[in-house]
């Protein structure tokens, strides 16, 4: 089976401007998690989707949302963008619960200038 | 926030040598997980250690789990350079369907 992609890879953004990134799970997979990793703060969970639906969702502001597709491919959108957001942006997905086995994407590198 | 510390920070060692990491948490737990990160990139599920289990190993790596200290270790034995990497653990906590990620260890691993 084909992992999970993301995409783009890397993204420059600037202050202000908003991104929307792109997770596509392991077929078959139904939950989608996404997280944000920083040097300061580590590894933070921002939501879970499950079957098109928000299951779970982490101490983010509304800045931050996203959205599940009926293939259970997910994205994630970040407007009004700061610096404080610049981040490796990770999507796992796994069978049925973001907290089982998760099988991560390669990330997403945002950087916002 | 983070649920899980880990220790030490960062861990130098000669290949060959063994590799302990401790991860402590705060709350009851379902199950523990260790995941991998090589710099920068995605991460790579390594064990899964359900609350009701005290070991578990799989290959070179040994996991315990202690959860009336609410602490876990992670043993490598017979380190390898290609062990070079960040190691997390992480708790599935009961009552929520997510992970929570410890702050890592780096593991430095010298030919």
């Known amino acids: 089976k084909a992992g999970v992609t993301q995409t783009p890879r890397y993204l420059i953004k600037t202050r202000g401007q908003q991104v929307t990134l792109s997770c596509s799970p392991i077929?078959?997979?139904?939950?989608v998690s996404w997280y944000q990793q920083t040097p300061g703060q580590g590894l933070q969970f921002l939501f879970e989707?499950?079957?098109?639906?928000?299951?779970n969702k982490g101490n983010f502001p509304g800045r931050f949302s996203g959205r599940q597709f009926s293939n259970s491919r997910s994205e994630m959108n970040v407007s009004t963008l700061e610096l404080g957001d610049s981040a490796l942006y990770l999507c796992?997905?796994?069978?049925?619960?973001?907290?089982?086995?998760?099988?991560f994407g390669p990330g997403t590198r945002l950087t916002v200038l | 926030s983070q649920q899980g510390e880990e220790d030490p920070q960062a861990l130098s060692i000669q290949e060959g040598e063994n590799a302990t990491m401790n991860c402590s948490y705060k709350?009851?737990?379902?199950?523990l997980q260790w995941y991998r990160q090589n710099s920068g990139r995605g991460l790579v599920h390594l064990i899964l250690?359900?609350?009701?289990?005290r070991e578990k190993h799989s290959g070179r790596l040994r996991v315990t789990l202690d959860t009336s200290k609410k602490s876990s270790s992670l043993l490598i034995t017979a380190s390898r350079a290609a062990d070079t990497a960040s190691y997390f653990c992480?708790?599935?906590?009961?009552?929520?369907?997510?992970?929570?990620f410890g702050t890592g260890t780096r593991l430095t691993i010298i030919p």
């Open positions: 796992a997905s796994s069978l049925y619960s973001g907290m089982n086995e998760q099988f």
């Open positions: 077929s078959g997979h139904r939950s």
């Open positions: 989707y499950f079957s098109e639906t928000q299951r």
């Open positions: 709350t009851s737990i379902n199950n």
């Open positions: 250690i359900r609350s009701n289990e």
């Open positions: 992480a708790t599935g906590d009961f009552g929520n369907e997510k992970l929570t």
